[in-house]
């Protein structure tokens, strides 16, 4: 039985291990996955560790995304374009993966049916989050694409790096004073660390959704923020999760499974707690 985990720290709280367990047993795959708790200063030492004992593949979460970029000797081009793998495929050596923001897309374009061809797009937060997010959502070809960030000029270095691919404007929360947007996608943990944040009145165009790359049992701040300002649809990041894995376990097992039936699974546990 071949192995895979996912490291982070913390990571008790994963449900990366139910996840993959489900993707396996629809796909006729044989593995066993695992939840692995990294040392903060001890990353590089546990991947190998569980390497050397036979693991093929790992998921990566918070805090080592950009510690796994820098370990990896070759790379996707969307890992290159993120500066953070979230996915890592052990053979000869290691390749580098960065799922976050095809699982991103997926969930809003597939799962909720939202196309962002045309539309006025906000980015919030310019950290680890959003630097997955950035060449995909650029790949969907927004009418406009805007990023703020409390330290705007984090969101413009980044908005450099992507410069080739299409526009994207940055500036601080300050700046969204009398525009509009009909897609706002919250990349910060303002909703984990129990923050408003700064939006002003009429941000949120008729019928737009609010998407909030965190999840939880229910409404998430950010959610409840958006309802309250009149966005016509809103979603948490479970979907994002589950997408994000079904990229990853395509590119382990060259096989894709179906995301629907899992995400329900999750939704129907989040809801009965």
Not at 82 to 105: E, K, M, S, Y
Request: aromatic share 6%; proline share 5%; glycine share 10%.
């Amino acid at each position: 039985m071949e192995r895979y985990a996912v490291f982070g720290n913390p990571i008790a709280h994963s449900k990366s291990p139910t996840i993959h367990a489900r993707f396996a047993a629809q796909t006729g795959q044989s593995l066993s996955y695992e939840a692995i708790l990294a040392p903060l200063d001890g990353f590089a030492a546990a991947v190998a560790e569980f390497r050397a004992a036979g693991g093929r593949g790992a998921n990566v979460t918070v805090p080592f995304k950009e510690e796994a970029f820098r370990l990896c000797q070759r790379l996707t081009s969307r890992a290159e374009r993120a500066g953070a793998v979230n996915t890592l495929v052990f053979g000869d050596d290691i390749l580098g993966d960065n799922t976050d923001g095809a699982g991103l897309l997926r969930d809003i374009t597939i799962n909720l049916g939202q196309s962002l061809a045309g539309r006025r797009l906000l980015l919030l937060g310019a950290g680890g989050a959003a630097r997955g997010a950035l060449a995909p959502l650029l790949a969907a070809r927004p009418g406009r694409f805007v990023m703020v960030n409390i330290f705007p000029e984090i969101a413009a270095k980044l908005a450099a790096g992507v410069a080739d691919l299409g526009e994207v404007a940055t500036g601080d929360f300050a700046d969204l004073a009398g525009q509009e947007f009909d897609v706002i996608i919250n990349a910060t943990s303002a909703s984990l660390s129990g923050e408003t944040l700064p939006l002003p009145p009429g941000i949120f165009a008729p019928g737009s959704l609010a998407y909030d790359m965190m999840y939880g049992q229910g409404e998430t701040l950010f959610m409840a923020q958006a309802r309250r300002m009149g966005a016509a649809l809103r979603a948490d990041g479970l979907g994002m999760l589950v997408e994000q894995a079904a990229e990853a376990f395509a590119l382990w097992r060259d096989v894709r499974p179906e995301t629907a039936p899992v995400l329900a699974d999750l939704r129907d546990q989040l809801t009965a707690k």
